[in-house]
């Protein structure tokens, strides 16, 4: 039986660092250490039958290879396919780089994706190169879709971009969401810890968006916006939260200590799933230990309980209270299907007692609530966020960590040289699957 895998040579002379899948997982994109890039397109084989021409009869083939940066590509993004052709890179020289492709241009010419001059090369914050990029869209009534590309420094700086003109890509990219701090107008930089790395120091910080259109639904009932952006950040030993208020910056939402399994254990990769329609979130991140960890961002349920009784929702632990004590209860008010889930799940939270082996990661955003502050007026609304699998096979490093579009897969891999798949199960459980060991593929 003929492997379901087809490796073919990269012909780069030098390590690959990177690659990414376009949205529509027809183009793949690849940094190398040599410092190209190369764009390859997915092709029917011609010796391949036509009836498996879906399945097993596809070819990679070469549609451009240029130099990119005088230094390592180490990171290369495809952008949101709504506004063109855009692939965006970073290396060690400390720039950002965002190229356009020109249809016009023959394929294999080495000058078919065209450098964005406006826009490109776009200067790291710091003296340090930028470790990782991530693009995201969302949706605005005034414009059919906002681009935005989320960025980190190895010495722990998050910036994020937009451009001026969501229309053309091509065009300048400003400062976002309250990061890009300057000297000129009195702001900070966006730091991901609290002071920066010492000199020599092994650091890791990779950004991932969350992809879904909408926020939990339980976050959005708490008062998140329903257009409210999200992502995580693998910041050193910790993973962190961040989401967008009513005004649009990025506030902290969730810090998960020690991810990597103890003070000091770098992590290595983080994954955002999707699926957010069950009403919490799914995290997954690698470790260097060679551990695999899974947690689920859920709103608090103190929260849940005050937005519901402001609702005028009371959930059967009050109402028991109000039958013992002979208070008069008022007629029920008719309520949507989502309030009825939502005091339900608030009523049997508010009953669920956590056991003690039941291990709880969550510390309280850096730019601290105000107690008097409402989330329902500021948009900003907290999670908790709860280790619920470790997921042990890993003989070394685990460096990426991705979810199936479902959230109900998730694939591993590290210095190990396997790529384990493990699968959710109905009662919410995650077990190993399958795995591959890629070393031994011809």
Known sequence: MDSPFQPFPHSSSDLILAVHYNFYGTRLATASSDHTVKVWDKQPSKSA??????VE??????????????????????????????????????????????????????HRFR??????????????????????SSSSPASSFLTYLALTTLDGILLVLEPRDHDNLAGEWLPSLGTGGSASDGSRDFMLTRSRPARGEETNFQVVWHAERCPAWTAVQAG???????LAVAAMDSVKIYRTDRDRQLYLAATIENAGGREGELIRGVAWSNGSMRGWDTIAAGGKDGVVRVWELRTPRELLAHVAERSGLRG????????????????????SAISTDLARLSSKTSRKSTSADEEVAFAPPVQQQQETEDPMATGRVPSEAKLVAELKGHKGAVWRVGFSFTGELLTSTGD????????????GAWCEWADVDVTHLQ
């Open 49 to 54: 039958p036509a009836s498996a021409a879906a």
């Open 57 to 110: 009869g596809q070819a990679w083939e070469l549609c451009d290879s240029w130099r990119a940066h005088g230094a390592e590509v180490l990171d290369i993004s495809w952008a949101p396919p709504y506004s063109g052709t855009y692939l965006a890179t970073i290396s060690t020289s400390c720039t950002l780089k965002i190229w356009s492709e020109d249809l016009t241009t023959p394929p294999r010419s080495g």
């Open 115 to 136: 450098l964005c001059t406006l826009s490109s090369p776009y200067p790291s914050p710091s003296l340090h190169p930028f470790s990782s990029l991530c693009f995201t």
């Open 224 to 230: 998140l916006e329903r257009r409210a952006l999200s």
């Open 316 to 335: 059967e632990s009050e109402a028991a209270r109000d039958t013992e004590s002979g208070t008069v209860r008022r007629k029920p008010q008719a309520t």
């Open 416 to 427: 190990d040289g396997l790529v384990k798949t493990w699968k959710r199960g109905f009662d």
